[in-house]
């Protein structure tokens, strides 16, 4: 059974995705009933909404989404990692606002298509670090080269719980481990850093990847961060790059074939369960 950490939904009716424009394969609506009905047969027990880069003006509406579908009978829906700005001078009112909903497990800012300079700032280093002690965690969302600033802002917040999404995006396609490879070794030192293994699906040969393409990035994840510090994650609807999401979790269980039940159950589910309270 699998506990999915990485999950969009897309409902155009009701929020604006500037980005969408320009990624035509998932410009559509991706429906909760969809993926609950793919979910269920394929041992998806549970999932958090992973914010979807939506406008500005209609960040509170995506958690009001997940929160009515959270309400649901019989919901996969536990929780949202919600959408913020901690560049912005109103983060800390914000946030304070924030903390009385209860749906909202953690927090991600999108960096791996912003300039680099935005997670250098103070007020931005400042701003997450409030999340100390709120038990909200922080998703670092980083190409392979930002590593090392996200490192910068995890040493700035020793006290937040921050997870490192999509294996820190490593360039899957022309099989680089390094620097990636280094970098991934020295983020997971520390120790308040988690592991999500999700997304290398769509970094690879879209058209002809293998199960070998992928092995060397998760494998690696896996080892640096170790058994207790790794959480699983579909990134439906992007994983749709690189096959379906019954491919992705068909190449999980293959790549973790041989391992231990405990080990197995930890990055499946039960690190999420204990991370975020399920």
């Known amino acids: 059974m699998l506990i999915d950490t990485h999950l969009h939904l897309i409902n155009r009716e009701k929020l604006r995705y500037p980005w969408l424009a320009n990624v035509e394969q998932l410009n559509r609506d991706w429906p909760y009933t969809d993926y609950a009905s793919i979910a269920r047969r ?29 309400d649901q009978p019989d919901s996969l829906i536990r929780g949202a990692i919600a959408s913020c700005r901690p560049e ?97 070794a020295d983020i ?7 592991g ?13 990847w293998v199960l070998d393409d992928l092995r060397p990035f998760v494998e690696h994840t896996i080892d640096v961060f170790g058994w207790n510090r790794v959480v699983w994650g579909s990134d439906s609807p992007v994983c749709t790059q690189g096959g379906r999401i019954e491919t992705w979790v068909a190449a999980t269980h293959a790549l973790i074939e041989g391992c231990s039940p405990d080990e197995k159950a930890a990055l499946l589910r039960n690190n999420a369960m204990r991370i975020w309270n399920l």
């Open 196 to 208: 999500k293994v999700s997304g290398v699906m769509a970094y690879g040969d879209l058209d002809s």
């Open 88 to 184: 912005s001078d109103g983060f800390a009112a914000w946030l304070d606002d924030q903390r009385s909903r209860s749906e909202i497990l953690g927090l991600r800012r999108i960096l791996h298509v912003m300039p680099d300079e935005l997670s250098t700032s103070s007020i931005f280093r400042d701003n997450v670090k409030r999340l100390s002690g709120t038990g909200l965690t922080f998703d670092l969302c980083v190409l392979a080269r930002q590593l090392p600033l996200a490192m910068e802002l995890v040493d700035h917040c020793p006290e937040v719980q921050f997870v490192l999404d999509h294996c820190g995006v490593p360039d899957v396609k022309s099989a680089q481990l390094s620097p990636w490879k280094e970098y991934m």
């Open 42 to 70: 394929i041992g998806i027990i549970g999932a958090l909404h992973m914010e979807v880069d939506v406008a500005d003006e209609d960040r509170d509406a995506e958690t009001d989404m997940v929160r009515s579908l959270m």
């Open 188 to 194: 997971a030192s520390r120790d308040n850093v988690v």
